[in-house]
């Protein structure tokens, strides 16, 4: 029973490239979360989704950053055009039921660092 | 929304020696896990306890939903224990708000 999976698990971009992160949910979880971490601090939320659908984006900075989960294949997180600010650990999530009371599996994460 | 802390943020202890993390949380929450964060980044869930207490080894949690908090006991701690403990709760939605963490080391 494999856990959530992420790829790649370190990435490196230059200033102005494109990042694309992926995240595979546990099987049988259709609930996927992706949150960032800073160095030296807890997880932040940025983005819900199920399949097919954005449920909550409300973590996500406005521009640069998007994210969707289709009906085939995993969840993409995307930042255009990153910045070195950008650089942090992303972690991916993913239940069985969307709601609070939910047991959240995290993935590996993702370390993106921003030359 | 809902704030965390965690506390003692930094902890140094020897082989051995057991140990108690805290987490406050400012209101009433549907879902607490307590993570372990090992040196090498990788998130693992230890408890899923929005109250009562449970045990898995030589760790055990208790949350006290009415008054707000939860503890983390770790005895005869090993170097292995090493790394960042988070408590993270959701309230009325989904998402997980997450404390700073408690840095534990354990030394040799």
């Known amino acids: 029973n494999a856990g959530v999976m992420q790829n790649p698990r370190h990435l490196v971009r230059r200033r102005g490239q494109e990042a694309r992160l992926r995240c595979s949910p546990m099987?049988?979880?259709?609930?996927v979360y992706w949150y960032r971490q800073l160095p030296e601090e807890g997880l932040k939320f940025m983005v819900y989704?199920?399949?097919?659908?954005?449920?909550?984006e409300s973590g996500m900075p406005k521009e640069r950053f998007s994210a969707e989960f289709p009906k085939e294949g995993p969840s993409i997180l995307r930042i255009q055009q990153v910045v070195r600010g950008d650089s942090a650990a992303y972690f991916c999530?993913?239940?069985?039921?969307?709601?609070?009371?939910?047991?959240?599996?995290f993935g590996p994460g993702t370390r993106l660092t921003v030359l | 929304g809902i704030q965390v802390e965690q506390s003692p943020p930094d902890l140094i202890l020897q082989e051995g020696a057991n140990s108690t993390l805290r987490c406050n949380f400012s209101?009433?929450?549907?879902?607490l896990q307590w993570f372990h964060q090992n040196p090498w980044g990788q998130l693992i869930n230890l408890f899923y306890?929005?109250?009562?207490?449970k045990q898995n080894g030589r760790l055990s949690a208790t949350t006290v939903a009415t008054e707000r908090y939860s503890l983390l006991y770790i005895s005869s701690s090993q170097t292995t224990d090493s790394g960042v403990y988070f408590c993270?709760?959701?309230?009325?939605?989904?998402?997980?708000?997450w404390g700073a963490g408690t840095k534990l080391i354990i030394k040799p």
């Open positions: 999530a993913s239940s069985p039921v969307g709601q609070g009371t939910d047991t959240q599996y």
């Open positions: 099987k049988g979880h259709s609930h």
């Open positions: 989704l199920q399949k097919e659908n954005i449920i909550d």
């Open positions: 209101d009433s929450v549907n879902n």
């Open positions: 306890i929005p109250s009562g207490t």
């Open positions: 993270a709760v959701t309230g009325s939605n989904y998402q997980l708000i």
